[in-house]
T-cell receptor, first 116, second 114 residues
Framework: NAGVTQTPKFRVLKTGQSMTLLCAQDMNHEYMYWYRQDPGMGLRLIHYSVGEGTTAKGEVPDGYNVSRLKKQNFLLGLESAAPSQTSVYFC???????????????FGPGTRLLVL | QKEVEQDPGPLSVPEGAIVSLNCTYSNSAFQYFMWYRQYSRKGPELLMYTYSSGNKEDGRFTAQVDKSSKYISLFIRDSQPSDSATYLCAMSAGSTGGGNKLTFGTGTQLKVEL
């Protein structure tokens, strides 16, 4: 099993350009998440999905859109990139919450994005 | 004020030392507490998980939760150079159907020197 994979690993964009980050998981997880990680800010949730065809906003959703057309894939889109979106983006997946058991979130290796 | 506070370090210790890492939080609804380890240029991986108050031990690692003080700790015994990483605390109030949303600390960078 590859676990959670992310494409691309690194990208440089100019302000105003668009791009899509792809996350794929082969663990048959229902839940998927997109985070960004910035120095001094920790990991912050951008958007998440609790199942195929569903998405919801997290803590910092502005400037991003997501889609979950297939259970194994979760796409993060930047329609018009801004320098403030320079960050490391992590995708994660997990099984649904099961009462007293907080399911482990499995993280991908990250995508480093630089917006000039 | 952030919901979860964590000293960013860096923390440098000699090999074999006992390491203590801590987080404080303000949201009394949190009842699931986790520690993730993140190596440089890698994604976080779950190290320890605790539900509600109490201690949990796994090999050289011990996680403690004190809900009355809103304080959690991770202890690493007999620290090794391979423990050098950033340690992130994470917490959740739990959720049925609304995603297992976690709130993370900013991470403490640990370096274990030979």
């Amino acid at each position: 099993n590859a676990g959670v994979t992310q494409t691309p690993k690194f990208r440089v964009l100019k302000t105003g350009q668009s791009m899509t980050l792809l996350c794929a998981q082969d663990m048959n997880h229902e839940y998927m998440y997109w985070y960004r990680q910035d120095p001094g800010m920790g990991l912050r949730l951008i958007h998440y999905s609790v199942g195929e065809g569903t998405t919801a906003k997290g803590e910092v959703p502005d400037g991003y859109n997501v889609s979950r057309l297939k259970k194994q894939n979760f796409l993060l889109g930047l329609e018009s990139a801004a320098p403030s979106q320079t960050s490391v983006y992590f995708c994660a997946s997990s099984y649904p919450f099961r009462g007293v058991h907080q399911e482990t979130q499995y993280f991908g290796p990250g995508t480093r994005l630089l917006v000039l | 004020q952030k919901e979860v506070e964590q000293d960013p370090g860096p923390l440098s210790v000699p090999e074999g030392a006992i390491v203590s890492l801590n987080c404080t939080y303000s949201n009394s609804a949190f009842q699931y507490f986790m520690w993730y380890r993140q190596y440089s240029r890698k994604g976080p991986e779950l190290l320890m998980y605790t539900y509600s108050s109490g201690n949990k031990e796994d090999g050289r690692f011990t996680a403690q939760v004190d809900k009355s003080s809103k304080y959690i700790s991770l202890f690493i015994r007999d620290s090794q150079p391979s423990d050098s990483a950033t340690y992130l605390c994470a917490m959740s109030a739990g959720s049925t159907g609304g995603g297992n949303k976690l709130t993370f600390g900013t991470g403490t960078q640990l370096k274990v020197e030979l």
